[in-house]
Nanobody
Framework: QVQLVESGGGLVQAGGSLRLSCASS????????MGWFRQAPGKERELVST????????YYADSVKGRFTISRDNAKNTVYLQMNSLKPEDTAVYYCAATDRYPSSTQYSRNIYEYDYWGQGTQVTVSS
């Protein structure tokens, strides 16, 4: 079992920055593809970014490309999401998720249904 705990959310003005962290339990973090998702009120949960098990490959949704950066520190069992130039439309609950379906170093997953482990979420609110 993997437990994920997000932190770093909060209230920020438009144009500001936040850094989300997701700490994972377990001893095989380096075999998990990690993803950040978000869900705004009344909307479906959507993929924001994903990173391969080794960190060699990343993917970003078009809406955050160039503003957000995903990274991971496998020695600390932690994945991060650096969010810059935040916009009011980035307001959502952000979730960290993990899947062990692609333990190789170069694959990531854009499919929400492939993620088996989820954190409890952290609120990000961007004021205009």
């Amino acid at each position: 079992q993997v437990q994920l705990v997000e932190s770093g959310g909060g209230l920020v003005q438009a144009g500001g920055s936040l850094r989300l962290s997701c700490a994972s339990s377990g001893r095989t973090f380096n075999r998990y593809v990690m993803g950040w998702f978000r869900q705004a009120p009344g909307k479906e949960r959507e993929l924001v970014s994903t990173i391969s098990a080794s960190g060699l490959r990343t993917y970003y949704a078009d809406s955050v490309k160039g503003r957000f950066t995903i990274s991971r520190d496998n020695a600390k069992n932690t994945v991060y999401l650096q969010m810059n130039s935040l916009k009011p439309e980035d307001t959502a609950v952000y979730y960290c998720a993990a899947t062990d379906r692609y333990p190789s170093s170069t694959q990531y997953s854009r499919n929400i249904y492939e993620y088996d482990y989820w954190g409890q979420g952290t609120q990000v609110t961007v004021s205009s």
